[in-house]
């Protein structure tokens, strides 16, 4: 038996049992640090495999910062623009800001890093110019591009946990923009500014724009009111659905734990015992509808560990289901504390919180922002799955409209309704060499 880790921020965090090592795609062996190793002398490896990681990256800089001189010139690399996600994927705001770049500015060099091996590189090289992740051409785009552009931090660099960690050692003079991946509510450490180093943080809402600002140390410029680029493809359905969306994030105690521990936690137990119930099934059955369970990412290791002989519950897995997909194609959305619930009210859909045990996701999980969820949430808070049950049969039943209350927060919390978020992006980072 052997495990497999990845490591993030300096610390393992996740861990699973692995029964055939072959299966590991080198790719992901570098791009989110992993390594196997038995069970006996996890830190001694840890340290090994990240020293390796680190002497990798950094002789793959200098050599790129030395290529770079002769063919800085070249035309691929004059004004350069690189854009990406996490490296593996194109679901988020990068893909959409990489998408109105070829639609609207088609002069501009613009490339977008992904894996070989995504599963949504085809649909970006339709749009444009790809450069394989981790690929020496990334090294060299890294270092000669003149705006970098990602929705996570660090997320256009060739290791993010290395330039995270010694990224401000390297002389660097481009503009770098985090796109943000979502909405902020939760007081994020690593978001803060002596954590970072940004030219531009998007921001979605004023609340999150004014909680942003006073506590998270940026300096005046860095914060923008542009709004996720993503909402720009956000559409409500004409027509219903039938599909009910049930998306819980994940937990900080689930980095690293094997599958067993997993089924023995309450998370596991309550979601499963939900996609199992009575009341669940007979809701559904009388009004023709499926429930779509799509968990957070960090949680689809697990995706296996649910089960239901419920016909009318679909488990939906990361390579066949695009989260906006989902969001747009289903009526209702059943969370507990995702993020994803703004892309939900930002279509004005209605939605109930699932919350069994808030004190414990505080404990173990994000600080508590500015975002109460009794005060400022769009949907109501459901402590038991027959609370859900009621709530969304209340929904079915009265043509899926929230309730005035929620509405009026949804209407008031974002600073845009539109379909301009692009473009404010792409206006606000021109404007960064002014």
Same mark, same amino acid.
Request: aromatic residues 18%; charged residues 25%; positive net charge.
């Given at each position: 038996?052997?495990?497999?880790?990845?490591?993030?921020?300096?610390?393992?965090?996740?861990?699973?049992?692995?029964?055939?090592?072959?299966?590991?795609?080198?790719?992901?062996?570098?791009?989110?640090?992993?390594?196997?190793?038995?069970?006996?002398?996890?830190?001694?490896?840890?340290?090994?495999?990240?020293?390796?990681?680190?002497?990798?990256?950094?002789?793959?800089?200098?050599?790129?910062?030395?290529?770079?001189?002769?063919?800085?010139?070249?035309?691929?690399?004059?004004?350069?623009?690189?854009?990406?996600?996490?490296?593996?994927?194109?679901?988020?705001?990068?893909?959409?800001?990489?998408?109105?770049?070829?639609?609207?500015?088609?002069?501009?060099?613009?490339?977008?890093? =992904?894996?070989? &091996?995504?599963?949504? @590189?085809?649909? +970006?090289? !339709? #749009?444009?110019?790809?450069?394989? /992740?981790?690929?020496?051409?990334?090294?060299?785009?890294?270092?000669?591009?003149?705006?970098?552009?990602?929705?996570?931090?660090?997320?256009?660099?060739?290791?993010?946990?290395?330039?995270?960690?010694?990224?401000?050692?390297?002389?660097?003079?481009?503009?770098?923009?985090?796109?943000?991946?979502?909405?902020?509510?939760?007081?994020?450490?690593?978001?803060?500014?002596?954590?970072?180093?940004?030219?531009?943080?998007?921001?979605?809402?004023?609340?999150?724009?004014?909680? =942003?600002?006073? &506590?998270?140390?940026? @300096?005046?410029? +860095?914060? !923008? #009111?542009?709004?996720?680029?993503? /909402?720009?493809?956000?559409?409500?359905?004409?027509?219903?659905?039938?599909?009910?969306?049930?998306?819980?994030?994940?937990?900080?105690?689930q980095r690293s734990i094997d599958k067993s521990t997993f089924m023995q936690s309450d998370y596991f137990k309550n979601y499963n015992d939900f996609l199992n119930s009575r009341a669940l099934a007979t809701l559904l059955e009388e009004f023709d509808y499926e429930l779509i369970f799509y968990p957070h990412f960090e949680v689809h290791r697990f995706l296996d560990c649910f089960e239901t002989d419920n016909a009318r519950v679909k488990i939906?897995?990361?390579?066949?289901?695009?989260?906006?997909?989902?969001?747009?194609?289903?009526?209702?959305?059943?969370?507990?504390?995702?993020?994803?619930?703004?892309?939900?009210?930002?279509?004005?859909?209605?939605?109930?919180?699932?919350?069994?045990?808030?004190?414990?996701?505080?404990?173990?999980?994000?600080?508590?922002?500015?975002?109460?969820?009794?005060?400022?949430?769009?949907?109501?808070?459901?402590?038991?799955?027959?609370?859900?049950?009621?709530?969304?049969?209340?929904?079915?039943?009265?043509?899926?409209?929230?309730?005035?209350?929620?509405?009026?927060?949804?209407?008031?919390?974002?600073?845009?309704?539109?379909?301009?978020?692009?473009?404010?992006?792409?206006?606000?980072?021109?404007?960064?060499?002014?």
């Open positions: 038996m052997y495990y497999k880790y990845i490591i993030l921020k300096n610390s393992v965090v996740f861990r699973y049992a692995l029964q055939d090592v072959s299966k590991l795609d080198n790719h992901f062996l570098l791009r989110y640090n992993f390594f196997v190793i038995s069970k006996n002398g996890e830190k001694k490896m840890y340290k090994l495999k990240r020293l390796f990681i680190y002497i990798r990256v950094f002789i793959l800089t200098v050599a790129a910062v030395a290529v770079s001189l002769f063919v800085k010139r070249r035309p691929e690399y004059r004004d350069l623009w690189i854009v990406s996600e996490r490296g593996t994927e194109a679901r988020d705001n990068g893909y959409h800001f990489f998408k109105f770049l070829r639609r609207e500015h088609p002069e501009l060099n613009a490339v977008y890093i =992904i894996a070989q &091996h995504s599963p949504d @590189k085809a649909k +970006v090289e !339709q #749009l444009g110019t790809v450069v394989p /992740y981790g690929s020496f051409r990334h090294y060299l785009c890294f270092i000669l591009a003149k705006y970098k552009v990602s929705t996570h931090i660090d997320g256009y660099s060739p290791d993010i946990l290395f330039f995270n960690k010694f990224g401000r050692f390297f002389p660097d003079k481009a503009k770098k923009v985090f796109l943000q991946h979502g909405i902020i509510k939760d007081d994020l450490a690593f978001c803060h500014a002596d954590n970072t180093n940004i030219d531009m943080f998007v921001c979605s809402a004023v609340p999150e724009y004014e909680f =942003i600002d006073k &506590h998270f140390g940026y @300096k005046k410029g +860095v914060l !923008q #009111l542009t709004g996720l680029c993503r /909402y720009d493809n956000l559409k409500k359905q004409e027509q219903p659905t039938h599909k009910l969306l049930f998306m819980p994030t994940w937990r900080s105690a939906a897995d990361f390579k066949n289901n695009d989260v906006q997909d989902l969001l747009i194609n289903s009526d209702v959305l059943i969370t507990d504390y995702s993020s994803v619930f703004f892309d939900y009210a930002y279509m004005r859909k209605p939605m109930v919180y699932y919350q069994y045990n808030e004190a414990e996701f505080r404990e173990g999980h994000y600080k508590q922002g500015y975002f109460e969820y009794e005060l400022d949430g769009f949907g109501p808070i459901a402590a038991t799955q027959d609370a859900v049950v009621e709530n969304l049969r209340r929904f079915l039943e009265n043509g899926l409209q929230p309730d005035s209350l929620y509405l009026n927060r949804m209407n008031t919390f974002f600073k845009f309704n539109d379909t301009e978020n692009c473009r404010r992006n792409y206006e606000a980072i021109c404007r960064l060499y002014d």
